[in-house]
């Protein structure tokens, strides 16, 4: 038996330090390290089971050919050579006859490593093809609307927390999302700290939070434009602050707040008056307050607008500045690194791009040329993308040729002409820096791949290989391009680490010091953004209806409300069989009120449906939301499900800001499911 130090590689914001125990080419446990102080010894409740995911019985163990109808998941086993010449044989025709153009990449973020994650994507650059612009499923409404008011840099340290005495979890469920966090947040409130849960879900973390406020679902930026109104009414402004690190307040004060008194904001957000002046006097009186900012509050339409509204709050008590306080969305930012030696080696500087969460419409709608060649890696867009009946009639055409690189058959893998297993991360080599948290880290293979898995890097490199590509980097080990990452990077938390000393696979901090930088054009935190005012966007934040309400809600009166599952992420963790059934059957939950008036009881299954769908789940009824909300945790394959998947009621809409998706601007009904 053998212990291996290595690195956590799913989408989480922790990435957190991991022991594997190792024997006989087995992972037969895996545990948090005890010497990374934010993973402080323990993995969260689906990484526990990751040996269940390296050894689970529904491993793909080769390469798989086409020989049913797309979707249906017919295949024959073939070799890797025969996979990858008819890869490459494909390739190359399509781009004689109809250009670079005629190919997608579209790789995402099921491996976070460094390699793992952007080789994929070097690969598409080097060769030319259209693009993905990737994230907006995820990350890039919220992205958008912080680096319009912080700039691009890193948020607030999450170890800070220790020496805050207010916390606000703002759309963000910690101890789903973000255990590790969570975990320090509770500490600091053994010290004295408070935490408060601003979430239409009565989720865990607000179960166990000081003071949940379970406002309407896109209410934010109205709830912290109150709590601006009230900072200036009451005298709470650090006026110093202000004026030395910000710009546009005037305008906000005289433009933007006489229209956010108390009693307007509590009837938009549906909470009492006297709780918005209480949750604005706690901020303004708190020492340090610290806001950990999730992405849920920014996935409906004006969701960068509700980002800005609540990240101008430390701008106004001057909370940026001092220990312990500030915000936090993500780090990445900070990290400054050599990136394009392995997401850009070569290539066209500028080319087609498709926005991550419009596939099906690139698919069936791209002209000039159309896509004819569709390379898929760690990514599941047949569930987890919006308007996914969309996305499935683009991956059903005939001629188009895909390749999906995945350990497991997932629903997306189905559409495949050629499926390629791939290696997970405990069998992979790879560079790591979290993006909510300010570490680094290599983390070496614990084990060899299953059966003929191969890693994303390892695929990367092959194809390169053979279409002829002659960058450095596609013939590199992992540790030699680790030291391509660190050339001539010069960043201030990056800068003078060796990288032999990063090859030696421990934690290495990367925590900025001081307090919170802005990297702004105007150096300062910008209440006012010219940069959105030159975009068409409001330049102050604001807070309106949602424009799909007034479309929506007159025929389908449930507001969809869509959070993270505790026990899946995404579908990352469908092959576990044991998280499997702890998440249970794909539900959704309805508030008592709404399940008497359609005559629902709990646990029975029921069809939610509006003019894109219909699915069904089964039904919990619960007070965890409010009354006219739909609650459905978790994006769950169609075969756990009643019937279908949530994706196929939600539209691909984009967001105000970073065209991001909107789940969350979907309306529906609730009946009982036929029987
Ligand atoms: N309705 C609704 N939809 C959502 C969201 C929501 O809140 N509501 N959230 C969105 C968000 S935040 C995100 S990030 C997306 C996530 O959506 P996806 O990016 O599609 O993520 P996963 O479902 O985790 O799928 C990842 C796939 O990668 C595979 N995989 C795992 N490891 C590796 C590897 O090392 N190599 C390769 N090649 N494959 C691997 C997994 O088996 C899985 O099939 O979903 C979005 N969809
Ligand atoms: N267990 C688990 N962990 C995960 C994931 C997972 O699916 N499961 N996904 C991973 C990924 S890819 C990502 S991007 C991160 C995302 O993690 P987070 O940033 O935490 O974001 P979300 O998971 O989208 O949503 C978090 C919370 O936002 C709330 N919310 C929804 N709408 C609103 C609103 O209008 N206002 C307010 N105030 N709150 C709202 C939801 O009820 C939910 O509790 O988590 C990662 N970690
Ligand atoms: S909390 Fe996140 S980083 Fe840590 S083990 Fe779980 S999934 Fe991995
Ligand atoms: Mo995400």
Same mark, same amino acid.
């Given at each position: 038996m053998n212990q291996v130090k290595v690195v956590c590689a799913h989408d989480?914001?922790?990435?957190c330090s991991l022991i594997a125990h190792v024997d006989q080419g087995r992972v037969v446990k895996i545990e948090g390290d005890p010497d990374q102080p934010l993973t402080a010894g323990f993995a969260c409740a689906k990484v526990n089971r990751d040996v269940e995911l390296v050894h $689970?019985?529904?491993? +793909?163990?080769t390469p798989l050919r086409r020989? /049913?109808? !797309?979707?249906? /998941?017919k295949f024959v086993p073939i070799t890797w050579n025969a996979a990858l010449d008819e890869i490459t044989a494909r390739w190359k025709a399509i781009i004689a006859e109809s250009? %670079? +153009?005629a190919l997608l990449g579209y790789a995402y973020s099921a491996h976070q490593g460094l390699m793992n994650r952007g080789l994929v994507n070097g690969l598409f650059h080097a060769l030319g093809t259209s693009r993905l612009m990737g994230g907006t499923v995820c990350d890039t409404c919220c992205e958008a609307a912080w680096d319009a008011t912080l700039g691009p840099i890193g948020g607030a340290? &999450?170890?800070?927390?220790?020496? $805050?005495?207010l916390i606000i979890g703002w759309g963000a469920d910690l101890m789903a999302t973000n255990v590790h966090f969570w975990a320090k947040a509770e500490e600091a409130r053994k010290k004295g700290a408070k935490i408060v849960v601003i979430d239409p879900r009565r989720s865990r973390t607000a179960q166990a939070a000081?003071?949940? +406020? #379970?406002? !309407?679902?896109?209410?934010d930026a109205a709830l912290a434009l109150g709590i601006a109104h009230i900072l200036e009414r009451d005298g709470l402004l650090d006026r110093a602050y202000i004026a030395a690190q910000t710009v546009g307040f005037d305008r906000l004060s005289a433009e933007?707040?006489?229209?956010?008194?108390p009693a307007r904001v509590a009837e938009i957000a549906g909470i009492a008056v006297a709780d918005v002046e209480q949750l604005a006097a706690m901020y303004g009186k708190a020492k340090a307050s610290f806001i950990r900012l999730g992405e849920g509050m920014t996935r409906l339409t004006h969701g960068g607008q509700a980002l800005r509204a609540v990240a101008i709050l430390p701008g106004l008590t001057g909370?940026? /500045? !001092? &220990?312990?306080g500030g915000a936090l969305l993500?780090?990445?930012?900070?990290?400054?690194?050599?990136?394009n030696a392995v997401r !850009?080696? $070569?290539? %066209? =500087?500028?080319t087609r791009m498709v926005n991550h969460l419009r596939l099906g419409e690139a698919l069936l709608e791209m002209r000039d %040329?159309?896509?004819r060649g569709l390379f898929i890696a760690a990514?599941? %867009?047949?569930?987890?993308? &919006?308007d996914v009946h969309k996305v499935r009639r683009g991956l059903a055409r005939e001629d188009l040729f895909t390749v999906v690189h995945d350990p497991f058959l997932s629903v997306t893998a189905r559409y495949a002409d050629i499926v390629l297993p791939a290696s997970v991360y405990l069998e992979t080599d790879d560079l790591y820096r979290a993006y909510g948290a300010y570490y680094m880290q290599y983390g070496p293979r614990a084990?060899?791949? #299953?059966?003929e898995a191969r890693s994303n890097l390892q695929v990367a490199q092959a194809l390169a290989k053979r279409m002829g590509l002659g960058d450095a980097v596609f013939g590199m080990s992992a540790p030699e391009i680790v030291r391509e990452l660190f050339r001539g990077i010069s960043g201030a938390t990056t800068v003078g680490i060796d990288p032999a000393e990063v090859l030696r696979a421990t934690p290495i901090s990367i925590a900025p010091k001081g307090p919170q930088e802005f990297r702004t054009p105007s150096g300062k935190l910008e209440i006012y953004s010219d940069a959105l005012a030159k975009q068409g966007l409001p330049p102050l934040p604001d807070w309106e209806p949602d424009p799909v309400e007034a479309e929506e809600a007159p025929r389908w009166p449930l507001r969809l409300l869509t959070a993270p599952g505790y026990f899946q992420a995404h579908t990352a963790f469908t092959g576990v069989k044991f998280l499997r059934e702890r998440e249970g059957a794909p539900f959704c939950v309805l508030h008592p009120e709404d399940a008497a008036k359609r005559n629902l009881t709990d646990g029975q299954k029921v069809r939610l449906e509006n003019g894109r769908g219909a699915i069904g789940l089964k039904l919990k009824v619960s007070g965890e939301v409010r009354p006219g909300v739909v609650l459905v945790p978790g994006q769950r394959p169609d075969?756990?499900?009643?019937?279908?998947?949530?994706?196929? +009621?939600? $539209?691909d809409r984009f967001t105000d800001?970073?065209?991001? =998706?909107?789940? #969350?601007?979907t309306w529906l009904e609730v009946t009982a499911w036929p029987s």
């Open positions: 989480c914001p922790d990435m $689970s019985p529904e491993r +793909l163990a020989t /049913g109808p !797309k979707g249906a /998941g250009g %670079p +153009l340290d &999450p170890e800070a927390v220790a020496q $805050s005495d000081d003071w949940h +406020l #379970q406002i !309407k679902i896109g209410a933007v707040l006489p229209r956010f008194a909370a940026y /500045g !001092k &220990p312990g993500l780090t990445a930012a900070t990290c400054d690194l050599n990136y !850009k080696p $070569s290539g %066209p =500087a500028a %040329p159309p896509i990514n599941n %867009p047949a569930v987890t993308c &919006p084990v060899a791949p #299953q059966g075969d756990e499900a009643v019937d279908g998947t949530i994706n196929m +009621l939600c $539209s800001m970073g065209e991001g =998706a909107t789940y #969350q601007s």
